[in-house]
């Protein structure tokens, strides 16, 4: 599957994000971050007047939509299915920021803006575990975002309002095959197994502490 943020060439995204920096991009990152983005990204997605990115934007907007336009598509995508809140759109959108500019620093050449929905799973599970860490489930959920299935929603809710672009061959089942959400977002986070415990060890142990 291919998706696209309308208007945008790869040539843009390669031209502004040439040379910068992830960390300078990601000043607020959980890694050592006061653990507010949250708060951040809701408090964002309430300003209907000014840009719903300025939180740590990768990419200027004016490559995007305008930003009018896009307030407008979320608002029509929440209008019509209320179930995923708007800061899940702005996350997803600054998860396709950031897959595209991670692509245009690869080796690989890219021809075509389109991005798979695998690769925008990738971004998308990559950023969250680096803004929210261990509370990614927390906040995922409070958005209403418990599955990749969700993730396609939220997509294709944008296709249709005019804010994402999309081929013929695009499915939203191309969003099934992906990670499952407490292996991605619970499992790094789970405390390491304690090691089993010989039995035999432990009674001559006791045996010679008597």
């Known amino acids: ?27 607020g990152s959980f890694v050592g971050g006061s653990g507010n983005q949250a708060s951040a990204y809701e408090s964002n997605a309430s300003q209907s ?15 995007f939509m305008k930003v009018s336009g896009f307030n407008e598509a979320v608002a029509l995508a929440v209008a019509k299915n209320d179930k995923y809140r708007p800061e ?22 890219h021809t075509s803006s389109h991005v798979s929905a695998e690769e925008l799973l990738e971004g998308f599970r990559r950023m969250a575990l680096r803004e929210f860490g261990p509370m990614a489930p927390t906040v995922l959920h409070y958005w209403g975002v418990g599955s990749c299935r969700d993730i396609g929603e939220m ?3 944008l296709v249709e309002a005019g804010a994402f672009g999309r081929t013929e061959n695009d499915r939203i089942d191309d969003f099934e095959s992906g990670f499952d959400f407490h292996e991605a977002f619970v499992v790094p986070f789970l405390p390491p197994p304690v090691p089993a415990t010989d039995s035999t060890s432990v009674n001559q142990r006791t045996l010679f502490t008597k």
Do not use: C, W
Request: a negative charge; zero cysteines; glycine letters at 4%.
């Open 49 to 63: 007047n000014n840009s719903l990115f300025s939180f740590h934007p990768l990419i200027t907007s004016h490559h």
């Open 1 to 27: 599957m291919h998706l696209r943020p309308s208007g945008i060439s790869y040539e843009d995204v390669e031209s502004d994000t040439a040379g910068a920096d992830s960390d300078d991009l990601h000043s």
């Open 155 to 157: 997509v294709f809710s």
């Open 88 to 109: 899940g759109y702005q996350f997803l959108r600054e998860s396709l920021e950031a897959t595209l500019k991670k692509r245009s620093k690869s080796k690989q050449q």
